[in-house]
């Protein structure tokens, strides 16, 4: 069974463009996460998914991130216009969701890195 | 609110002796759950260990165990017979089953490095 995959695994722009990056999650995960780790920093959860509903999206910085999962499969992150201080690792994660458990295993893919000059 | 704590930026180990790292939680929902995560220099994140806040005892996977002491608030990760792949990026990680029932709160990680 695949992983969760994430393209692209590294990007680097310039301040003031745009970038979208891609999750797939594991196959009939409902529930699809984007988080994301500053240099140093803690992992910090931007936003919650459920198959096409955002269930909680407290932790988007700001309106310049745009997070979409068309169709309840994959789901893209879009950065418009990038800031330096958007720079780090963005994590998506996946879980089945099945019911309110706090043991729903969120299955983290590798990250794509993002630097922003 | 929910805050975990890992105090350990690095820790060395010499392969095959156990290491033991040390997180920290805080909570006030009295159901929730501790997970822990491995980041190697390949980036994935790797599932290695659950324990629940009601369960009895402490979770075992294979060379994983976690040291669950509630009173304390702490879960920490023992990794037995170091092995050379062992090094790595640990994350320790909380849900709590509360408001703020999906987001998964981290620590800042700890870096293990095994030498032979």
């Known amino acids: 069974e695949a992983g969760v995959t994430q393209f692209p695994s590294h990007s680097v722009i310039e301040k003031g463009q745009t970038v979208t990056l891609r999750c797939d999650p594991i196959?009939?995960?409902?529930?699809l996460y984007w988080y994301r780790r500053v240099m140093g920093k803690e992992i910090k959860f931007l936003l919650h998914f459920v198959k096409e509903s955002k269930q909680d999206e407290s932790g988007m910085p700001n309106n310049r991130f745009l997070a979409e999962r068309t169709g309840g499969t994959y789901s893209t992150l879009k950065v418009q216009p990038a800031e330096l201080e958007d720079s780090g690792v963005y994590f998506c994660?996946?879980?089945?969701?099945?019911?309110?458990?706090?043991?729903?295993?969120?299955?983290f893919g590798p990250g794509t890195r993002l630097t922003v000059l | 609110a929910q805050k975990i704590t890992q105090t350990q930026p690095g820790m060395f180990v010499q392969e095959k002796e156990a290491v033991t790292l040390d997180c920290t939680y805080d909570t006030s929902d009295p159901s929730y759950g501790l997970f822990w995560y491995k980041q190697p220099s390949s980036g994935e994140m790797i599932f290695l260990i659950y324990?629940?806040?009601?369960?009895?005892q402490n979770a075992t996977e294979g060379r994983y165990s976690l040291n669950f002491q509630k009173a304390r608030k702490s879960a920490n990760l023992v990794i037995s017979a170091s092995q050379l792949g062992d090094s790595a990026m640990y994350f320790c990680?909380?849900?709590?089953?509360?408001?703020?029932?999906?987001?998964?709160?981290f620590g800042s990680g700890t870096k293990l490095n095994v030498k032979p």
């Open positions: 994660a996946s879980s089945q969701g099945q019911g309110f458990s706090v043991a729903d295993t969120q299955y």
């Open positions: 990680a909380m849900r709590s089953a509360g408001y703020n029932f999906n987001k998964f709160y």
């Open positions: 324990q629940g806040s009601y369960d009895q």
């Open positions: 196959s009939g995960h409902d529930n």
